[in-house]
């Protein structure tokens, strides 16, 4: 078991963040953004950037080499569509994507980027500097933000039609 702390400051803990969020044994803030029996989307449990989300899987691998052809399209084109929303919501005009084979379940970071990032470096390389920002300034009102913001996004997961 390990435990970190969420976005409201609750001690949480788990086994597997990955499972444990597809298990529903922790609920992301905000409710799940999308999920179906494969796939799932949801605001970052920890990290409060706004329109941070995380694209997870329902099955405990490693890697994108460890799904079929079918799977990689549809993480693709789920990962599209949030990228989409993101965007057409107005949250931000790009996002950094990050997936790292060193984590035991696979799963992509999509980080919207924002104007206050400047102030660090809006950098992928700056990354860890970005969350210590984000981290450091969270206050009520920016958490308010944070969880208006999922709900857009999943508001417009119903609107944007996948291809
Ligand atoms: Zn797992």
Not at 30 to 42: A, K
Request: aromatic share 8%; charged share 30%; proline share 3%.
């Amino acid at each position: 078991m390990a435990n970190f702390k969420n976005l409201f400051g609750e001690e949480q803990e788990y086994q597997c963040l990955s499972c444990d969020i597809a298990n529903h044994k922790i609920i992301p803030p905000g409710g799940y953004i999308y999920e179906d029996d494969f796939i799932n989307v949801s605001a970052d449990p920890e990290i409060p950037i706004e329109g941070f989300v995380v694209l997870g899987v329902n099955k405990h691998v490693k890697s994108l080499c460890d799904f079929t052809d079918e799977e990689r399209n549809r993480i693709m084109e789920v990962l599209n569509k949030t990228i989409q929303v993101i965007k057409r919501e107005g949250i931000s005009k790009e996002v950094f994507l990050i997936q790292e084979e060193t984590s035991q379940h696979f799963h992509i970071w999509i980080v919207p980027t924002h104007e206050w990032m400047n102030n660090v470096g809006k950098d992928v390389r700056n990354l860890q500097k970005i969350i210590d920002y984000s981290k450091d300034r969270v206050t009520e009102k920016s958490l308010k933000e944070i969880v208006t913001t999922i709900e857009k996004i999943k508001k417009g997961f119903l609107e944007v039609q996948e291809k």
